[in-house]
Nanobody
């Protein structure tokens, strides 16, 4: 199983980025997908998650109204559209696949990608 994130980069505050997560080696449509972020020396933080059918989305309060998670099961890809980016959004962003129940806790995720760096300058 492999999850590959892409779309990270450097932007100025107020800008936008769109991250992609493309899992392989698993049956994509039966997994919920989540995005987490982590800064050096800090715990991994929940950002957003989407249910296996895409009919349920969940967001951290810090990104609600600015980030949008979506999935295209035909393309086996999950997206995270990030708008109105702030310097505090600077982190390494990971996507992960979840076959279980809780979508907010990182411990419930079965597979993880290597991460893509997002840097927002003021």
């Amino acid at each position: 199983v492999q999850l590959v994130e892409s779309g990270g980069g450097s932007v100025q505050a107020g800008g936008s980025l769109k991250l992609s997560c493309a899992p392989s080696g698993l049956t994509f449509s039966i997994y919920a997908i989540g995005w987490f972020r982590q800064a050096p020396g800090k715990e991994r933080e929940f950002v957003a998650a989407i249910s296996r059918r895409g009919d349920g989305t969940y967001y951290a309060d810090s990104v609600k109204g600015r980030f949008t998670i979506s999935r295209d099961n035909a393309k086996s890809t999950v997206y995270l559209q990030m708008n109105s980016l702030k310097p505090e959004d600077t982190d390494l962003y990971y996507c992960a696949a979840n076959l279980g129940s809780s979508l907010i806790r990182s411990s419930y995720y079965d597979y993880w990608g290597q991460g893509t760096q997002v840097t927002v300058s003021s």
